[in-house]
């Protein structure tokens, strides 16, 4: 009788989980529906934007509240599946790259390389499809600035799928899959379907089509494959993933301390780190048999000369000027170094150690668009023992999309730039994560220091 009543309890638990993660789809599936229409309508503005979005993270976090996601795993992965295809086809809100994935593609398959080529150098181009595309092209004077592994897979996606925008999102589940599954076996469920329904996640690869989502899944796979020795691997992974983009330099040391942790062994460190510069030569060498030029031109360009969303740097900037360019990332190499120091940083997880060197690259740094942030999420899913401020970071980093142009305050674009954001939200936005620090600070470090006094000690 104990029996049946059990498993009827058990019944009604998975049931009303199977109706949350319908209703959360219903929701998900709702807003974006909406954004879609607002787009097409040429209507969507910031505001319904961010309104939107709002509505997204109410819904994620009552998931995570409401402990579903800990039950029903397959049908939420299912769930979480069918949205990242119905999104496959909608068109891409606030974001015009996508347009840059696809003519590199095509320049890669015409002249064998995208580098030191300008979409400009195309202007009068006959063709209605490649007329489109070029038209959509963001600063087209510039030469590509994309890494060669997305070069390669913009390639491989024009071969099979030519100017298709939903080739490009379709085979970003493969890492999207794959990444799933490896949070899944490092950290459990919960922290695989917090993974699989972020909505940021959701938006940014398959709504928006960014690829960061093949290094972000290289990466950390780079320090799962550390964590079980195979280092040779790990390093060729990430170097594969520097050449993505190049964000994961800031935590190679992280992934050296482990080897040097293992081994002890200088000779065997540096022969293990070839491999490193092995997985980014094998990358290049793709396109340097077709092409003298790289993205780092292009790329230099960019880091020295354009802004977007600008926090820290912004502060940077009140007394430095245009030298901040040169010494923004100083803080995140500084947090780097400490954190070698077993005494004093001991009583702080490894992830934790890592969300605080991404927090500080991107707070500091001078470009921080919303999809950025996205490198430092797997490494947040350890729970508990996360560093919590740059989840904030994270779903705050939206507001990015809050520029001129998307206000609709044209007067203000004409004056200051399409890409430029209000002064009194950059700075609302930076000095918000002052107080935020603070109480993490308290709550962090209160909590160790009241565990250890209520410790017996071994004198008494």
Known sequence: MEFERNKERR?????????????????YLSIFLFWEVKNLGRSLTGSLYILGFCGLSIVYGFLFLSKTLESSGRLGFVLGLLIRFVLIFFTPIFEDDWARYLWDGWISSEKGSPYGIAPESFFGESDPTRTEILSRINHPDWPTIYAPVLEVYFYLIHILFPWK???????????????????????????????????????????????????????????????????????????????????????????????????QNWKRAVIDMAFSILGIVLAYSFFLFSSSETDFTALSRFIGNFTFFPLGYNILYMFFGGFSRFFWAIPAVISVLLFLNKIYF???????????????????????????????????????????????????????????????????????????????????????????????????????????????????
């Open 11 to 27: 019944s009604q638990i998975l049931n009303r989980s199977n109706l949350i993660w319908i209703l959360a789809t219903l929701a």
């Open 165 to 263: 925008l939903w080739a490009l999102k379709l085979f970003l589940l493969v890492p999207d899959i794959l990444l799933f599954f490896l949070i899944k076996s490092k950290y459990g469920t919960h922290s695989s379907s917090l993974y699989f329904w972020n909505p940021i996640l959701i938006k940014e690869i398959f709504l928006n089509s960014h690829p960061d989502i093949i290094g972000i899944f290289l990466l950390f796979y780079s320090f799962y494959l550390a964590e079980k020795s195979r280092f040779r691997l790990g390093f060729f992974i990430w170097g594969l993933s520097v050449a993505v983009k190049g964000f994961g330099v800031v935590l190679f040391t992280f992934l050296l301390k482990s080897h040097w942790d293992k081994n």
């Open 346 to 460: 001991s009583n702080l997880e490894e992830e934790e150690k890592i969300g605080i060197s991404f927090f500080l690259f991107f707070y500091f740094s001078p470009v921080v668009n919303a999809w950025y942030l996205l490198w430092m999420f797997p490494f947040l899913l350890r729970i508990p023992g996360v560093f919590w401020p740059s989840w904030v970071f994270l779903f705050l980093g939206q507001i990015s999309y809050l520029n001129y142009a998307n206000l609709g305050d044209w007067e203000s674009v004409l004056e200051k730039g399409y890409y430029a954001h209000p002064d009194w939200l950059l700075y609302l936005i930076s000095l918000l994560f002052i107080p935020i620090l603070l109480v993490w600070h308290k709550i962090r470090f209160s909590s160790k220091i009241t565990n250890s006094l209520e410790k017996p000690s071994l004198l008494s």
